[in-house]
């Protein structure tokens, strides 16, 4: 059974999204009480962020080869990445990246206008995301920030995923792929971005997701059969360098005791809180 056609985009999401927050909420047990002062805008600013980009991607795969859509994705941290910029090298990489990109996303293939918006609109809430989870990681330790945002995301996206997805999402075919996609897709990846953001500072991780382009043009082609030209291999090349420059260059700052992990001069007032994990 394929899950996409099975419940459609706004089924595949909140399939994915409420797993995933049983799954962190059963790990951290996060205690509203506890989080610091603050915390609650950045968990739903963080959680709408999630849940719209979710969605929008989704969509956007629907109308747009997969190459092509996470290839407009990587738009938003990439103009993270421009904007915060504050050495030659992280521009340097920056443009190698985007190059790279635009070659990738030169596939031949048909793209439609409300595809490409909706890849657009994704790129933006994923740059948002990133933003706010770096604040969310330096605010609060431990995985709890996490799994409160994404309790929300899912919130917000059950009455749209059931009403498209209707009695298909108790299917236990269904709910069997939901979980390996849950677990693969968010939980996962999502824990490791967070601490990857208590460590380096947004505008490095966002050249770092220029490995998703590549990724979503390979499994286009191992999944859909998107097949890939020269063109498009030199763009993989060429991301894949900028994401290899940009960690030695992370590294080497951390190294020398630059700019701290994450964020510079020490915020007092988001220093993160411990939280008990029983």
């Known amino acids: 059974m394929r899950l996409y056609p099975a419940v459609g985009p706004a089924g595949v999401v909140m399939l994915r999204l409420v797993i995933a927050a049983v799954i962190l909420g059963a790990l951290w047990r996060p205690r509203w009480r506890r989080q610091p002062r603050g915390t609650l805008g950045l968990v739903i600013a963080a959680g709408t962020l999630l849940a719209v980009h979710h969605l929008a991607y989704y969509e956007a795969v629907g109308r747009i080869p997969l190459g092509a859509a996470t290839t407009l ?13 504050r050495r030659p090298a992280d521009l340097v990489w920056s443009l190698l990246a985007a190059t790279g990109v635009l070659l990738l996303g ?27 989870s770096a604040r969310l990681a ?5 995985g709890g920030g996490l799994a409160l945002a994404v309790a929300w995301g899912a919130l917000l996206s059950l009455p749209y995923g059931v009403a498209r997805g209707g009695s298909r999402l108790l299917d236990p075919g269904v709910l069997s792929l939901a979980a390996a996609v849950a677990v693969l897709s ?3 990846p999502y824990s490791c971005n ?13 050249i770092l997701t220029s490995l998703e382009p590549a990724a979503g043009a390979v499994a286009g082609l191992l999944l859909l059969g998107q097949r890939l030209g020269p063109v498009q291999c030199l763009g993989i090349a060429a991301v894949a360098t900028a994401s290899i420059g940009a960690g030695r260059a992370a590294g080497a700052d951390t190294g020398q005791g630059g700019t701290g992990p994450a964020n510079g ?9 411990r939280e008990e994990a029983g």
């Open 73 to 85: 994705e990587f738009l938003g941290p990439f103009a993270i990445a421009l904007a915060t910029s």
């Open 106 to 132: 030169e596939g031949g293939l048909p793209i439609s206008l409300p595809g490409i918006g909706l890849a657009a609109l994704a790129g933006t809430c994923w740059a948002g995301y990133i933003l706010v």
């Open 138 to 142: 330096r605010r609060v330790s431990g």
């Open 265 to 273: 001069p020490e915020d007092r007032s988001a220093r993160p809180q």
């Open 194 to 206: 967070l601490e990857a953001l208590r460590r380096i500072p947004p505008r490095v991780f966002g």
């Open 186 to 188: 968010s939980v996962l």
